[in-house]
């Protein structure tokens, strides 16, 4: 791969390569390796077999357990895209085998209820509610036939499991709208609760009148969550952002719980145990509270950093209790909540924005992860993701964009500058401190070597940061003249990189990090850096090199030098709004953008391109796989990998099951990251592996 010293190039003439029309067949099957854990939206057990339990996550996927939750494997997607938020999934406990799903969209007002018949197998959309953001859903525990939909618009209702709905909510005016919450009267199913985004209401006639039900509940309360007790439904539990209010005359009058501080007064969830009434479980966004005393008195039993979205309180152990969590996906106790552990083997729910491998050992991959806070960072798996070590201590919860390894170093590009982790020094000054408390203070013996790499890649090291920008300028203080020398002096300008770091890469030896602050290089391994903006560029977010040369991208422009010091801007189409990505083959560049793949050829110096046929547009990755002698591309919306072996003359596609966001080839696979799903890999059958290996070989 070689890249002109004057950079980017292709050639003007526009050709039409046409893609295969038949899906290429492949025995190889993509896997999600992780690191385990993320967003968890809702929980619910099987009532025909409580071992079974069902997730439901906010980019449409449902996730399955038949160990009560000890395992997961991902079940199905629902809809045909990821913006699907899945809040609630509901058993037909009298119908074996009928399941339904609330769903509602992120980006528009849009959503669905959906309907299994056979387990979960196959889903449909129920017409009458469908593109309607669906917020609440409930069934009636004396009627399965009978469900209550709450949506942005209204309440709706069947009697007919779905067939058809009735909207039971005024049509126009009233503020029965913007449905958060729905519990249905245990004895009578025309008792109906709903719950607002300001304060809550009832019917007592399926609908046919209804009455604000906000008597002593503080006003502009959104409800999140109505519980009745099935023993005794007078007793009714609301939730809101302004606290937990319990009532003991069937909503008619309110009373505001006290012993949750006000910071914790978010409460998403409320779940009663089924054996025992008088315990219930608040789910906050400062962690977990318990009541065993009917709401008397409250303790929080999990730490406050945990957001909890969904109880599930198992009927015939109470003391098995599973949460549903952001970022740290699903918790579980089995000593009614005196401590939780993480269960989320199979389970992967994470926004990977870069993932890189061990050039020094296959064996070893990175994954940086973004919007997980103190959950996400740095994660290292050293045996090809089948376990994952989180290392983000001196991360703060700061997102992380970009990894590279050099060296013994590792680079992160964060949300706030960048990050090194040294884990030679930091493995052993690790190793040093157990030897030296442990009254044995003395050098380290090559035995020793595999305990430094462990402490290295666990809680032991830490990142530290390296953004001081140090600009040196040289100032002519006097003037060269016939008769005397000029005389000039070097003067540094200091500045803290503090932006976005989106992008890293070493070239000859150096660090180059791109970031809305500029193009910045380190020649010191960042002890200081150099740079900023270049050509009235400043904000880059891709840096790319190869052997003789560098190119910096920004959304819509794209730089290029020979030697890091002297740059040049090649002449893109002016449609070019994004660009994702850039790949180099031997005789060109490519550009994978929101408008599509562009083309140039080395020898044309970036002044004419040339846009590929593709059936997809919005792309987000493009890469040559050197080992096969092909180029792959992935679009933000498909879940295809389309490829090409003869430098984009024709092209074939291939389904992956993912939403793929960046490939790159690794230890004879395919690696990727993806929108939701974290790390994924292509395995081969061993036969095709081998066949790989020798063909790496012998090239």
């Given at each position: 791969?070689?890249?002109?010293s004057q950079a980017i ?26 690191p385990?854990?993320g967003?968890?939206r ?38 045909k ?52 953001s ?17 949506t ?11 067939q ?9 005016g009233?503020?029965i ?13 025309n ?75 978010r ?42 979205n969904?109880?599930?309180v ?19 106790s ?6 939780f ?24 991959l ?10 996400g ?9 089948a ?20 060296g013994?170093?590792l ?27 442990s009254?044995?203070?003395r ?13 290295a ?16 300028r040289?100032?002519t ?25 989106t ?15 500029g ?37 819509n422009f ?16 002016k ?22 793949l ?43 990998i389309f ?10 596609h ?9 490939i790159s ?20 059958p ?14």
């Open positions: 791969m070689r890249l002109c190039t292709i050639l003007l003439l526009y050709v039409a390569y046409g893609i295969a029309q038949t899906t290429a067949t492949s025995s190889a099957s993509w896997i999600s390796v992780g385990e854990g967003d968890v809702t929980l619910s057990v099987d009532p025909a077999n409580p071992s079974r339990l069902l997730l439901g996550t906010s980019a449409g996927q449902i996730y399955e357990s038949q160990d009560g939750g000890k395992s997961w494997q991902r079940s199905v997607r629902i809809g895209g990821s913006d699907f938020v899945i809040d609630h999934i509901i058993f037909d406990a009298k119908q074996p085998g009928i399941i339904y799903v609330a769903a509602w969209t992120i980006e528009s007002e849009g959503g669905s209820v959906f309907k299994s018949m056979d387990n979960g197998q196959t889903w449909r959309v129920l017409p009458a509610l469908e593109g309607k669906v917020r609440a859903l409930a069934i009636a525990p004396g009627d399965s036939k009978t469900l209550v939909a709450g942005l618009e209204g309440v709706y209702r069947t009697r007919n499991g779905g058809t709905w009735d909207r039971i909510s005024p049509e126009t009233g503020e709208k913007n449905i958060e919450s729905i519990a249905i009267d245990p004895i009578d199913s008792v109906i609760y709903v719950g607002t985004w300001h304060l809550p209401w009832k019917t007592a006639d399926g609908g046919k009148s209804w009455h604000n039900i906000k008597s002593g509940i503080i006003d502009d309360s959104d409800v999140f969550s109505i519980i009745i007790d099935p023993r005794r439904p007078d007793i009714v539990y609301a939730s809101a952002c302004s606290g937990i209010y319990k009532s003991e005359s069937a909503g008619e009058l309110f009373h505001k719980i006290q012993g949750i501080p006000f910071s914790a007064r409460t998403r969830v409320l779940k009663q145990d089924p054996g025992n009434s008088n315990v219930v479980y608040a789910g906050t966004t400062e962690g977990l509270w318990k009541t065993s005393d009917a709401g008397a008195t409250w303790g929080r039993i999990t730490p406050a950093n945990v957001i909890v969904d109880v599930v198992d009927a015939a152990n109470s003391a098995h209790v599973l949460l549903a969590t952001d970022r740290a996906g699903i918790l579980v089995n000593n009614a909540g005196v401590s552990e993480p269960s989320n083997a199979g389970f992967a729910h994470r926004q990977v924005a870069s993932v890189v491998e061990d050039l020094e050992d296959q064996n070893t990175y994954a940086g992860v973004i919007n997980d806070k103190e959950y960072g740095v994660f290292v798996s050293h045996d090809e993701g376990h994952w070590k989180q290392i983000s201590a001196g991360l703060d919860g700061r997102d992380v964009f970009a990894l590279r390894k050099s013994t170093s680079l992160a590009g964060t949300s706030s500058g960048v990050f090194l982790l040294n884990t030679d020094r930091d493995g052993a000054r690790c190793l040093t401190a157990k030897v030296a408390h009254g044995r203070s050098a380290i013996p090559a035995s020793h070597s595999a305990d430094v790499a462990c402490c890649s666990s809680d032991c090291a830490s990142w530290r940061p390296i953004n001081r920008i140090a600009n040196v040289v100032i203080v006097r003037k060269a003249t016939t008769t005397r020398k000029g005389i000039t002096r070097k003067v540094v300008k200091t500045a803290v990189l503090t932006a976005r770091v992008d890293i890469d070493v070239h000859d030896g150096k660090w180059i990090v791109a970031s809305p602050q193009l910045f290089t380190s020649s010191n391994m960042g002890q200081t850096w150099e740079g900023g903006p270049m050509l009235g560029h400043s904000d880059f977010t891709l840096v790319r090199s190869t052997s003789n040369a560098i190119a910096g991208l920004g959304r794209l730089l290029t030098s020979a030697d890091g010091q002297v740059w040049r801007e090649a002449k893109l189409p449609i070019i709004s994004s660009i994702r990505e850039i790949s180099f083959t031997k005789d060109a560049i490519w550009l994978a953008c929101r408008e599509g562009y083309r140039s050829r080395k020898e044309d110096d970036g002044e004419t391109w040339e846009r590929m046929q593709l059936p997809v547009v919005n792309l987000t990755s493009v890469f040559y796989d050197r080992q096969k002698g092909r180029l792959l591309v992935t679009a933000m919306n498909s879940t295809e490829f090409s072996e003869d430098n984009g003359q024709s092209w074939q291939r389904e992956s099951g993912w939403l793929l966001r960046s080839e690794h230890a004879g696979h395919l690696l990727a990251s993806t929108a939701f799903d974290g790390v994924v890999v292509e395995k081969q061993a036969a095709e592996r081998a066949d790989a290996s020798e063909a790496g070989q012998n090239r």
